[in-house]
């Protein structure tokens, strides 16, 4: 009975040093495929709230809230995948008329309005911290083109269609759903300075370089998003960690 009993004990501490020891993990994921809803707010110069007073308003382009849909692909490289490659499509609609809208869903504004529509590529660099764990945080670092539009009813603000190419940073925190760490959500934020190269002055231009006309500076078109997202993780595979 006793050397049953000592064979028991000895059976269990085996199965849990074993269960400890190799148990099971699954290496980074190769490829991160993510959609995201935005809400963005402008920042630098074209935030610009109050459509009624043409002094606060000078200098600006009059954009307040914003929404939109990002699509990423980011792309591990070597062993851990702590670096990837990203790139990146994102839309952003910026409707603003002053009456005290709902942030991010102002769908039929009332005259005078602003209505800009901003299409940016990104391509970039991310760190991932603990790419391989349920939980991940990420900091990113981007080089991207903007084409901007508008339908403004405001005469100071309507120009040709422009091109500008800037700068991004993002950061962010994920979660896998499933036990194969093949999906996820994600929560982030995202920062763009969309017109440091492009800049023109002249007529039916954005008027955003330091010459005339225009106010005489670079006018600073930036945009800061809140993203919230999915994710599809391909190339996770298992294995049995020590």
Known sequence: MKKLSLFIVCLLMGMFWASN???????????VLGISIDGTLASNDA????????NTLRGTYGMVWGRGVTL?????????????????????KMIHDGSGE?????FSPVEPYT????????????????PRCKNKQ??????????????????????DPALRFGFQVSSGYEWTLDKAQTTGVFIGVTYNLANILGTTNGVNTLNDGSGTPGPNYWRRIGTLSLNLGFNFYT???????K
């Open 21 to 31: 020891s190799f148990s099971q993990g699954y290496t980074p994921p190769s490829t």
């Open 47 to 54: 935030h610009g709230s109050d459509l009624g007073d043409v």
């Open 72 to 92: 990423n692909a980011k792309f591990g490289l070597g062993v851990r995948k702590n670096h990837r490659l990203t790139l990146g499509a994102s839309y952003k």
């Open 102 to 106: 709902i942030p991010f869903f102002n």
């Open 115 to 130: 209505n800009y529509t901003i299409y940016t590529g990104a391509v970039g660099y991310e760190y991932a911290f603990n």
């Open 138 to 159: 990420f900091v990113a670092f981007a080089i991207t083109t903007n084409y901007i539009t508008q339908n403004n009813t405001i005469p100071d603000f309507i120009f």
């Open 235 to 241: 190339g996770v595979k298992p294995y049995r960690a």
